[in-house]
Nanobody
Framework: VQLVESGGGLVQAGGSLNLSCAAS????????MGWYRQPPGKERELVAH???????NYADSVKGRFTISGDNAKNTVYLQMNSLKPEDTAVYYC?????????WGQGTQVTVSS
């Protein structure tokens, strides 16, 4: 299964972006769907995830601003990002895990200007 992210770009602080992660196969049976990010010069960190298609969890730094969701019919995972801050600047990666595969996308750049 391949994952392709889109929706990144340059936005001013306070703005919004909606990232999409399209899977080439079904995500219906996933036990984990998540978005990670890697800021310049820093390690990759988990931003938001959905476990077993039900439970959502967020890093404290994005809680209340980001929303993760999945559309099984479209095999797509989304990350709605509001009230963006310069410290949200990073390459964002999606990850989907099932009992059959563990897939990562190639990443999409998000840059937030002050």
């Amino acid at each position: 299964v391949q994952l392709v992210e889109s929706g990144g770009g340059l936005v001013q602080a306070g703005g919004s972006l909606n990232l999409s992660c399209a899977a080439s196969g079904s995500i219906f049976s996933s036990n984990f769907m998540g978005w990670y990010r890697q800021p310049p010069g820093k390690e990759r960190e988990l931003v938001a995830h959905i476990t077993n298609g039900v439970s959502t969890n967020y890093a404290d730094s994005v809680k209340g601003r980001f929303t993760i969701s999945g559309d099984n019919a479209k095999n797509t995972v989304y990350l709605q990002m509001n009230s963006l801050k310069p410290e949200d600047t990073a390459v964002y990666y999606c990850c989907v895990r099932t009992v059959v595969y563990d897939a990562w996308g190639q990443g999409t750049q998000v840059t937030v200007s002050s």
